[in-house]
C-alpha cells in the first residue's frame, strides 16, 4: 500500500521557520522525482519545489532562497525547510511522487499558516 504522509506543519509568525517531512512506504522510493505542493483556501494547487531521483533541485520563483527540499533515500523520505516565512506561504502542503512510468501519488497535507 502506498503512503505518504505530511508532518510538521503549524502556526508561525511571519519571518519564522518550519521543517516538514514527507515519510513514504509502499513506493521504489530511489527511482522517484519528488515534489511539494501548495495550495491556499480557494486558490489552486501549486509547484512549490522538486528534487530529481539524482538529487537536482528547482523551486518556485516565490520561494527561491526561502525553502530548501532534500531527500534522504535511506530514510525513503524527503523534507522541506521553510525560512523567513510570509503570510503568503498559508497554505496546505502536498507531497508528490512521481515516476517515469506514469504514477503520481499524493500525501494528505499539512497546514502551514503564518499569522501573528
Known amino acids: 500500500q502506498v503512503q505518504l504522509v505530511e508532518s510538521g506543519g503549524g502556526l508561525v509568525q511571519p519571518g519564522g521557520s518550519l521543517k516538514l517531512s514527507c515519510a513514504t512506504s509502499?513506493?521504489?522510493?530511489?527511482?522517484?522525482?519528488m515534489g511539494w505542493y501548495r495550495q491556499a483556501p480557494g486558490k489552486q494547487r501549486k509547484f512549490v519545489a522538486a528534487v530529481s531521483r539524482g538529487g537536482t533541485t528547482n523551486y518556485a520563483d516565490s520561494v527561491k532562497g526561502r525553502f530548501t527540499m532534500s531527500r534522504d533515500d535511506a530514510a525513503n523520505a524527503v523534507y522541506l525547510q521553510l525560512n523567513n516565512l510570509e503570510p503568503e506561504d498559508t497554505a496546505v502542503y502536498y507531497c508528490?511522487?512521481?515516476?517515469?512510468?506514469?504514477?503520481?501519488?499524493w500525501g494528505q497535507g499539512t497546514q502551514v499558516t503564518v499569522s501573528t
Open positions: 508528490n511522487a512521481k515516476f517515469s512510468f506514469g504514477a503520481s501519488y
Open positions: 509502499g513506493i521504489l522510493f530511489g527511482l522517484s522525482d
